[in-house]
């Protein structure tokens, strides 16, 4: 069983910033890729960024250049660093762990729970 633990999030002005994390435990041997995904009221659940197991990064195009992943494979944690944050920006931020490998080879897809970020004027 594998059990994410997010944080970080909460209410910020326009222009501002946060850093979201999410913490992996459990019985699980890697985790390949890491990612962040955000669902905002009344529409779909849409890709934020990913960073797979040797730090190689993809990010939605509305939020290049603002929204950084990175992780820490020693504590099973990923980041979302969200700067120049936009009204638009307002959503559940999910993270979510890919292809992790929990033994007898056998992988599965994780979602943690979601944390709120809403961006004010």
């Known amino acids: 069983q594998v059990q994410l633990v997010e944080s970080g999030g909460g209410l910020v002005q326009a222009g501002g910033s946060l850093r979201l994390s999410c913490s992996a435990s459990?019985?699980?041997?890697?985790?390949?890729?890491m990612g962040w995904y955000r669902q905002a009221p009344g529409k779909e659940r849409e890709l934020v960024g990913t960073?797979?197991?040797?730090?190689?990064?993809n990010y939605a195009d509305s939020v290049k250049g603002r929204f950084t992943i990175s992780r820490d494979n020693a504590k099973n944690t990923v980041y979302l660093q969200m700067n120049s944050l936009k009204l638009e920006d307002t959503a559940v931020y999910y993270c979510n762990l890919d292809r992790v490998n929990i033994g007898r080879g056998t992988f599965r897809n994780y979602w943690g729970q979601g944390t709120q970020v809403t961006v004010s004027s």
């Open positions: 459990g019985s699980f041997f890697a985790i390949n890729t």
């Open positions: 960073i797979n197991s040797v730090g190689g990064t």
